[in-house]
């Protein structure tokens, strides 16, 4: 399977059940020609058999007969569009572990594991494909990326306030901070005691995607019933560049009503998060790229 992203977003998908690239974003589909859809399915269906092969060497090389395995790539290009600076990353893994990564700066490979050392050398002595790469990073990749960017700027772009809630089960269980509904994914959750930055008995879950194009996140703090009394807490969410106003009372199972001293708050903030997924990947500050077929 290959997804590819730009900023985090998924815009393109092939998978070797449908054998067909697919658009991920309406506005992905409105903008590519039809015979865009016919020349990445022949790219990622000619990558397929290489991927099967690339699987039964990393067998070999690691002294495996059976079991399943996976063979993960993931390349892309970086552009900030204040700056005008560019960069590339181009990497492998096996079995969810590092394999092999290409270091743009000396235009060489490296192996952290050693059943990686005869794929670097190979790659390493040809000087050839290595110039196509870096041809291909440093000119079409951006192309493509500032012409993803263009067809989607008004989804990329947009801005949508979270929705915070204070969530409590009852006195003595942790006060959850849930921010939901929003975007960029881009987003910071912390908790202060009387103003000061709170780090201990505070438990931060991971932003996920709530399936409509938005995220969710959650952070837990666990106060003792007593400490509510002498303390003020609050939940400070930092995302996009306005305050956004927070329910102040904390929902419980007993009827919504507020337990001990604490407030919610948004602070004006813009957060920018790098992303790292598994597979395809095409990003920018402002990230992606149009894709090759690659080879072992």
């Given at each position: 399977?290959?997804?590819?992203?730009?900023?985090?977003?998924?815009?393109?998908?092939?998978?070797?059940?449908?054998?067909?690239?697919?658009?991920?974003?309406?506005?992905?589909?409105?903008?590519?020609?039809?015979?865009?859809?016919?020349?990445?399915?022949?790219?990622?269906?000619?990558?397929?058999?290489?991927?099967?092969?690339?699987?039964?060497?990393?067998k070999q090389r690691f002294n495996q007969t059976g079991?399943?395995?996976?063979?993960?790539?993931?390349?892309?290009?970086?552009?900030?569009?204040?700056?005008?600076?560019?960069?590339?990353?181009?990497?492998?893994?096996?079995?969810?572990?590092d394999f092999i990564a290409l270091d743009f700066r000396?235009?060489?490979?490296?192996?952290?594991?050693?059943?990686?050392?005869?794929?670097?050398?190979?790659?390493?002595?040809?000087?050839?494909?290595?110039?196509?790469?870096?041809?291909?990073?440093?000119?079409?990749?951006?192309?493509?990326?500032?012409?993803?960017?263009?067809?989607?700027?008004?989804?990329?772009?947009?801005?949508?306030?979270?929705?915070?809630?204070?969530?409590?089960?009852?006195?003595?269980?942790?006060?959850?901070?849930?921010?939901?509904?929003?975007?960029?994914?881009?987003?910071?959750?912390?908790?202060?005691?009387?103003?000061?930055?709170?780090?201990?008995?505070?438990?931060?879950?991971?932003?996920?995607?709530?399936?409509?194009?938005?995220?969710?996140?959650?952070?837990?703090?666990?106060?003792?019933?007593?400490?509510?009394?002498?303390?003020?807490?609050?939940?400070?969410?930092?995302?996009?560049?306005?305050?956004?106003?927070?329910?102040?009372?904390?929902?419980?199972?007993?009827?919504?009503?507020?337990?001990?001293?604490?407030?919610?708050?948004?602070?004006?903030?813009?957060?920018?998060?790098?992303?790292?997924?598994?597979?395809?990947?095409?990003?920018?500050?402002?990230?992606?790229?149009?894709?090759?077929?690659?080879?072992?």
């Open positions: 399977m290959t997804v590819g992203l730009v900023d985090g977003e998924p815009f393109t998908y092939y998978d070797s059940n449908i054998r067909r690239e697919v658009p991920r974003q309406e506005w992905m589909a409105k903008a590519v020609y039809a015979a865009y859809w016919d020349q990445q399915t022949q790219i990622s269906m000619r990558t397929e058999p290489t991927f099967r092969t690339n699987i039964e060497v990393a079991g399943i395995h996976t063979v993960q790539q993931m390349y892309g290009c970086e552009w900030d569009d204040e700056t005008g600076v560019t960069g590339a990353f181009h990497q492998y893994g096996y079995d969810g572990s000396t235009m060489t490979y490296v192996a952290p594991v050693m059943q990686a050392i005869p794929t670097k050398q190979k790659w390493d002595s040809d000087r050839a494909e290595l110039e196509n790469i870096k041809s291909y990073f440093t000119q079409g990749c951006i192309e493509w990326l500032k012409k993803y960017v263009s067809y989607g700027k008004s989804t990329l772009e947009r801005t949508v306030r979270p929705e915070v809630s204070l969530l409590q089960k009852d006195p003595s269980s942790p006060v959850t901070c849930h921010a939901t509904s929003f975007f960029p994914k881009g987003i910071v959750v912390t908790w202060r005691n009387d103003g000061v930055d709170k780090h201990s008995d505070v438990e931060v879950g991971e932003t996920l995607p709530n399936g409509d194009g938005t995220f969710q996140i959650s952070s837990k703090l666990t106060v003792k019933p007593e400490d509510w009394k002498m303390n003020s807490y609050s939940c400070v969410v930092q995302h996009s560049q306005e305050d956004i106003p927070v329910d102040k009372n904390i929902r419980t199972n007993q009827g919504g009503l507020p337990w001990g001293n604490i407030v919610g708050c948004v602070a004006a903030a813009l957060v920018l998060v790098a992303i790292n997924v598994a597979g395809f990947v095409l990003w920018r500050r402002s990230r992606t790229g149009n894709r090759k077929a690659d080879r072992n």
